[in-house]
């Protein structure tokens, strides 16, 4: 301060002999060098962090010739109040003899004090300093201090005072495990640490802290925190002061741990930490991953907190990817969208009227589309309508009607993927994650010059699309052709793509870390952003597509099939058709869809505006609708089997397949099979119903036509060039194959089948394992089914029937 240091001021001995106490004691100050001129210090053991002023990194041209470097690192005071910085530089520092050829320093605001002591020194030069002197003078080297530099003497003892415990306090250092590790400049993370000594199957409270003795990468600091042990693995949070990233390879010592006695809790509430006159500190989770990422991890399939800390450690790299507010959304130029038009005369529609009620709610929607950079105010000769529509927590959406574009647009020929082929991609793997993009079609940039097709008219004006609108009718291709530049090389081998959503499969928890990076990288390098609330990452079973996804297989998703239970019963053709759609979706899971629905789809059948007569719909009346004891059967059946579908078995294409076929007058039916573990597992159901010229064919051909459907068309994928065994309760249908009475019909059937590799086994009716549970149940019981189960009743029907067919009947009684 220039001026000499008064002296410390002095209380009188108290009556009860407590000694003299000074109640200010003289600033610890002393001598440095900053890059080779002497400075005045403030030797603080207090701060982690090194600072310098501004005015003393103006005033010198060789610091000022340093660019400030940014950081986000806060510095809170003593007091817990936030102190500003201009930014960070590095400085050469001389301490004790001790050269430190780049030190990290906070530039800071002047003040009256730090006008004359322009530099501080934090504990991550004083440790260093410690660590080269004891080296140097070996363990005397506090005295040596105390006599020649007094002003160091006490910030050295401090923070060497962790040094000083006993040997049964020390645990051993903490080593990070994991695999090489980046830290982005002004990052902090918890890695997950081995504590190669204590105890390794309880766990226990450590100090965790940075030692002297450890040689930590540049820039690097470690916080001094206690934390749990568990399993010899502890989290160690590790700052990097500088811009630039900082890499941690494998079996890096990082701090040490130390046995603590005991631990002071602080209060739960508010209120209880203001009477107690402290603050409780929020701790990052480990089940909620960085402020506003918003990636829950709480369901992860982790087995300890080492795999914890590197699923954690995953996506705080990736942070970048996972949008941090409600429109942070990415942006490419990977895959435009064009809309090439077959009329490309200009078509101008007007707006439809909005209610005055709404007016503000869709300025402000309009607003923030704009702001996001999803639309901009147009002068375009075209103009399609707006839809609003309100959702059902009462906030609007906006809806183009592009039907006129869209009717005037080539459609792109891009194939999107097969559900059912892509899940059945998913055998073997036992972990499963979820990615969803924010708004995926808005992440799209529309090409500059079909802007204009896009324009759209409200009350508030014209706009027009920059990103890619949801109602365009190649919407769908042009994503979907984006996803596979994206990520067509992975598809089928480490993910799947549908669209919108992905899913990323694995055997392994470390190949599944393995997987996901990649992914993440290449969503950095086309511009995607995810939905952090969307993504489910590293679990056992996992919500895709509407079904359940596990290592066990697949089911329906109870979250969409819970609709089916309180579905009310349909009053008209336009219901009923929604019906059919929703539990078609499942009918995978349904043994005899078709059978069961037939009722249903013949009332459709009877619409007369699905007739067509020289190309153009018929205009005669509707024919009343019924809804008979028929329809109503078959409607609470289908209600009842998805609510109570099984479990899907992945193929697996190293065993061999079962192929289960029937027939009846209904329709066909076939099952495919395999044995996993020793159990017959259904991989998966298939049913079609029959064409009027089908309805006529009598019963032995009926099962021919179920075996050729099932192979080669149904099941063609899964069973061509394999071995595969067909099960029929068809007696004569065992000698198809090799039968010379064929007609022309049978003869061609058998020519498609020829390419195929299987045989045929007759398995009697009542070996069916659909029928054994009745084989367990009493006489009472079995009579009390028979005449209750409307499939057993229809098929004691069929029986009748075919009995006295004069075609089946003679085959029956052979």
């Known amino acids: 301060m220039g001026k000499q240091q008064d002296p410390p001021l002095q209380v009188n001995e108290t009556d009860d002999g407590a000694m003299d106490t000074p109640i200010v004691d003289p600033r610890n100050e002393g001598e440095v060098e900053v890059n080779g001129i002497k400075c005045k210090a403030l030797i603080d053991s207090g701060s982690q962090v090194t600072s310098i002023t501004c005015r003393y990194w103006r005033n010198h041209p060789d610091l000022q010739k340093q660019n400030l470097r940014t950081s986000k690192i806060p510095i809170e005071g003593a007091a817990g109040q936030s102190v500003p910085y201009d930014g960070v530089l590095d400085i050469k520092l001389k301490v004790l003899g001790k050269e430190f050829r780049s030190v990290p320093a906070f530039v800071v605001p002047d003040s009256e004090y730090r006008s004359s002591v322009p530099l501080l020194v934090g504990t991550n030069v004083v440790r260093a300093t410690r660590s080269h002197l004891q080296a140097a003078y070996g363990k005397q080297f506090l005295e040596r201090v105390k006599e020649s530099y007094p002003e160091w003497y006490a910030a050295l003892l401090e923070v060497g005072s962790t040094e000083h415990r006993g040997a049964d306090d020390i645990v051993g250092p903490a080593v990070y495990t994991g695999r090489k590790i980046r830290i982005p400049g002004g990052k902090e993370m918890d890695l997950g640490c081995k504590v190669k000594a204590g105890p390794q199957r309880k766990t226990y409270t450590a100090l965790i ?39 941690i390879r494998p079996h890096t010592q990082l701090a040490s741990a130390f046995l603590v006695d005991d631990v002071m809790e602080f209060p739960d509430t508010e209120q209880e930490a203001h009477q107690h006159g402290s603050s409780k500190e929020t701790c990052l989770s480990l089940n909620q991953v960085a402020a506003g990422g918003g990636v829950d991890l709480s369901e992860a399939a982790v087995e300890n907190e080492h795999q914890r800390f590197l699923l954690q450690e995953l996506v705080e790299r990736n942070m970048g990817v996972f949008s941090q507010h409600p429109t942070d959304y990415g942006h490419t130029n990977t895959v435009q969208q064009e809309i090439p038009l077959v009329d490309s005369k200009p078509f101008r529609l007007p707006y439809r009227k909005i209610p005055p009620s709404q007016w503000q709610d869709v300025r402000r929607l309009l607003m923030e589309m704009e702001t996001a950079g999803v639309i901009r105010p147009s002068k375009s000769p075209y103009a399609s309508p707006v839809v609003i529509i309100t959702k059902k927590d009462g906030s609007l959406r906006l809806c183009i009607d592009y039907r006129k574009l869209n009717s005037c647009s ?44 896009t324009a759209f008219s409200t009350p508030m004006g014209l706009f027009e699309a920059n990103r890619m609108p949801f109602s365009l009718q190649n919407a769908p291709s042009t994503f979907q052709r984006l996803m596979t530049c994206c990520f067509g090389d992975l598809n089928f081998t480490h993910l799947l793509i549908y669209l919108n959503d992905l899913i990323i499969f694995s ?15 290449r969503l950095k390098e086309h511009g995607l952003k995810l939905k952090p609330s969307k993504c489910q990452l590293v679990r056992r079973e996992v919500h895709y597509l509407g079904h359940l996804v596990s290592a066990e297989g697949i089911r329906t998703d109870p979250e969409k099939i819970s609709r089916v239970k309180d579905w009310v019963r349909p009053t008209n053709r336009k219901e009923v058709l929604q019906f059919l759609g929703f539990t078609g979706y499942y009918r995978r899971y349904v043994s005899g869809y078709s059978t069961l629905a037939a009722p249903l789809y013949r009332l459709t059948a009877g619409d007369p505006r699905k007739k067509r007569r020289g190309g153009k719909k018929s205009l005669g009346p509707d024919p009343p609708f019924v809804w008979t004891n028929e329809c109503e059967e078959a409607f609470q059946s289908l209600r009842e089997m998805l609510t109570t579908a099984p479990v899907l078995g992945y193929p697996d294409y190293s065993m061999p397949f079962v192929l289960q076929t029937d027939a009846s007058g209904e329709g066909l039916g076939a099952v495919l099979a395999q044995v996993q573990d020793g159990a017959e597992r259904v991989i998966a159901y298939a049913s079609r119903g029959l064409s009027p ?89 079995v009579t009390q089914v028979l005449h209750t189960c409307p499939q057993c009743v229809r098929a004691n029907e069929r029986a009748q029937r075919e009995t006295t067919h004069p075609t089946t009947g003679k085959l029956l009684r052979w």
């Open 209 to 247: 802290e940075g030692h002297s003795s450890i040689q930590l990468p540049q820039d690097l600091m470690v916080a001094k925190v206690l934390a749990d042990v568990k399993r010899g693995y502890a989290p160690v949070r590790v700052m990097n002061l500088s811009q630039h990233a900082v890499t």
């Open 410 to 453: 080539t459609r792109d020929a891009f194939p999107l993927p097969r559900i059912e082929e892509a899940l059945e991609a998913l055998g073997q793997a036992k972990y499963f994650s979820t990615l969803n993009l924010t708004s995926g079609y808005w992440q799209v940039e529309v090409a500059e010059h079909d802007k204009h097709k």
């Open 507 to 521: 055997k392994t928890f470390d190949e599944h870390l393995e997987r996901l990076q990649p992914v993440f990288d």
């Open 693 to 781: 010229a089908e309805t006529r064919f009598p019963a032995h051909k009926l099962e021919f036509l179920a075996l050729k459907w099932a192979v080669t068309d149904k099941f063609y994928d899964h069973l061509y060039g394999r071995r595969f065994s067909v099960q029929t309760d068809n007696n004569p249908l065992k000698y198809v194959m090799s039968s010379a009475k064929l007609d022309a019909t049978g003869q061609r059937w058998v020519s498609r089948l020829s390419a195929f590799d299987f045989d045929i086994q007759y398995r009697r009716g009542r070996s069916n394992g659909n029928t054994d549970a009745l084989s367990r149940m009493s006489n009472q019981e």
